[in-house]
């Protein structure tokens, strides 16, 4: 707890510096984790958490194949690809004791605090736009709310396949998954005036891919994911005692 | 005799490859999103190919449930993500297992915009103008302001490993070894398609566009007129379809 308490810390005095220096974190998913939520990483597919499905993809415990997509930084949680190639632990989602975490709003107004940061670089960059894209956005909104942490348990105990697990040994690519965070998201984007239609959709075409969240509901200014998997902690599996 | 057909699939997939889509500078952009939202092994499938609702097909019987196995050709786009061509030739498992459903990341607005070049040639950004684009010619594309491709309620299909193993195992057995690919997962969703025309396009060309577009991506639906004359559109919207799978070469392991 006071390790955590400790990087959290180390983290807001790192952003702090970085907003100092003019090397502004842009809200994408991997920022906003790497801010808030110490030790999460991204992971693709996002998925929506389902509280009856024992085989689910993503629960705490499971065994899964992952590619690396995007490293950690200073600045940005990593980003994994799910390979679907997992072992369940086979124990709902519903019987798991979760923790509450604190929500999250993260505003980024473009026309003053990445200018005044002299950010706007680095945001274009992060954000894989073009010079004259990036000068169509006014206001980023990214609130996470009521977001649940579900961590692996001693009780009660995996049920996992045994064939499944030796199917699975000797991978090199394989991780427990420790913990996960399920939670709503939702990204508001605010354009300024007299942005065309056809400009407005391209450009939110490509933020969706580029901020790396799953909408699984909304509109097209007014994203937003219910219930849905956001990150994941993922650790080593010891190879002789996978379970 | 299993030579002859693994010798005769082989022959097959070629000649499907040789005429393969993939390089088509839509698709293989197409796949850049996928691979952007879904992750880096999922791969499009093109055309879009229909699936029955778990429902409808209590038994699974139908092309695209997890654990079938396929006959597939798989082509390299330029930035490294995989395109698959449907050959429509499947086996499915004598019991095939229920597929875990998950709602996951709707692809939305997914927009080319299209431009004329200097020198009449139609392009897109980042093509070159010798580019195929969704199957058009560049005849018919220089009438196309954008192509817009939009995927609601997306839900992906998937099952746990040693189930996958075991399904696959179990259809080889029963169909042979002339298949290539286990499907591992699929992802399905209600796909939108709108073109929007330069202004002043001729009705009768517009119609033949959209035409070209059916025929080419399978669609079934006719098209929806819309827009305005400034701004005429032809919107096509069908649903469920696969729009991307993951597949592994056979056998699993």
Known sequence: MRAANG???????????????GCTPVPTLRNVLAQHYAGYDQVLPASEALPNEPRYEY?????????????????????????SDYCSINVPLSLFRPKQRNSTIVVHDFDLSLRRALGLKKAQADLQLEPNEI??????EIRISSPKEYFVQKTPKPDFVQSCLAAMTGRTDIKRIRAILVGDIS????????VGFLSKTALLGKLQ??????????????????????????GAVRQNTPH | ???????????????????????????????????????????????????????????RRGEGYPGQIMNLAAARGRNGGVVYTNADVYCTPPASPAPIVVGTTQLKNWLYRTEIGLNGDFTVTGASPSDVIFQLSALDAKYVNSFSIQILNVRRYYLP??????ATKSATAACGPNFAYGLTSTLVGDVTITIAFVAGVDS??????????????????????GGSDTNPLLVFSEGPKIFAIRAEPLPLK
């Not at chain 2, 022959?11 to 197409?30: H, M, N, P, T, V």
């Not at chain 2, 119609?207 to 059916?214: D, L, P, S, T, W």
């Open chain 1, 135 to 140: 000068e169509l956005l006014r206001k980023v």
């Open chain 2, 161 to 166: 490993r040693n189930d996958l193993i075991n």
């Open chain 1, 59 to 83: 629960l705490p415990g499971n065994i899964a194949a992952f590619t690396l997509t995007e490293p950690r930084s200073i600045f940005a949680a990593a980003s994994w690809s799910s390979k």
């Open chain 2, 1 to 59: 005799m299993r030579l002859a057909l693994t010798a005769a699939t082989l022959l097959l997939s070629a000649a499907i490859s040789s005429q393969s889509l993939a390089r088509d500078f839509g698709y293989e952009k197409f796949e850049d999103a996928v691979r952007a939202v879904y992750g880096q092994d999922y791969g499009t499938m093109i055309p879009f190919d229909d699936i029955t609702s778990p429902a409808d097909d209590p038994t």
């Open chain 1, 7 to 21: 990087l959290r810390l180390a983290a807001t005095l790192l952003a702090a510096f970085a907003v100092g220096t």
């Open chain 2, 204 to 225: 009768g060309i517009a119609a033949n566009i959209g035409q070209h577009v059916k025929l080419n991506l399978k669609l079934h639906a006719l098209a929806v007129r």
């Open chain 1, 187 to 194: 990204i508001k984007i605010l354009f300024k005036e007299n």
């Open chain 1, 209 to 234: 891919s580029n901020f790396g969240f799953g909408f699984l509901n909304g509109t097209a200014q007014d994203m937003s994911a219910t219930n849905v998997v956001f990150a994941a902690r993922l």
